[in-house]
């Protein structure tokens, strides 16, 4: 962990947070940068800091009448109820086929949450003192001046890789800087802590409630 994180944490110790974690987004940047989150650790670490309050997992499923390999539709159901089991609240949508050029059958699968994370966010805001959104999506951004006109707290917490210009000027924390505390141990892992960056220590914004 780097001392720039452990300010943070320090700074807001102890207050009442909920966590909105948008698998969506975050399942392509652990595959990308090969940082793997043990989801039990990095609940340990939220518990170890804040009272945690809410701890909501957005997660796209495939429609039941897909015809998708068995055995990945068992994995996925494994990872959701382990989830469950380590007191995550899951929230499943399907995951949808966006053809970018249909006579060809060329699509990509879409699952956005970006709506219902922050229609949640605004109905359970009064019991917490920060919002927490694990996300790199910039859509997100808007919540900032909202919660700051609440005098609530905004932080992300995301993978630095491909994370939006917009989140190196708010609170945030990158998964390469608490990869030690939250990594999920696998032979293809990174190893070690991963070095701090420059843009990370000069532009985050040090006035954290």
């Known amino acids: 962990m780097t001392i720039e994180v452990r300010k943070i944490l320090s700074k807001l110790k102890g207050k009442e947070v909920g966590i909105f974690i948008d698998d969506s987004n975050i399942f392509h940047r652990q595959r990308e940068t090969n940082l793997f989150i043990d989801w039990r650790k990095f609940k340990e670490l939220l518990n170890n800091n804040f009272k945690v309050?809410?701890?909501?997992?957005?997660?796209?499923?495939?429609?039941?009448d897909w015809k998708i390999d068995p055995k990945i539709i068992e994995k996925n159901d494994k990872f959701k109820q382990i989830l469950i089991n380590l007191g995550y609240e899951v929230v499943n949508r399907n995951i949808k086929k966006i053809y970018t050029n249909k006579k060809e059958n060329i699509?990509?699968?879409?699952?956005?949450f970006d709506s219902e994370?922050?229609?949640?966010?605004?109905?359970?805001?009064?019991?917490?003192?920060?919002v927490i959104i694990v996300s790199g999506d910039s859509d997100f951004s808007f919540l900032e001046n909202k919660l700051k006109k609440l005098n609530k707290t905004l932080l992300f917490v995301c993978h630095k890789h491909k994370a939006p210009w917009e989140f190196f000027r708010m609170r945030h924390i990158f998964f390469e800087e608490i990869?030690?505390?939250?990594?999920?141990?696998?032979?293809?892992?990174?190893?070690?802590p991963v070095k701090n960056t420059v843009e990370s220590v000069t532009l985050r914004k040090e006035n954290v409630k």
Do not use: H, M
């Open 107 to 112: 699509f990509e699968y879409k699952c956005d």
């Open 53 to 64: 309050k809410l701890l909501k997992f957005y997660r796209g499923s495939y429609p039941k």
């Open 117 to 130: 994370i922050g229609y949640d966010v605004g109905r359970l805001l009064d019991k917490l003192d920060i």
């Open 179 to 192: 990869a030690r505390e939250v990594q999920l141990n696998k032979n293809t892992g990174l190893k070690g």
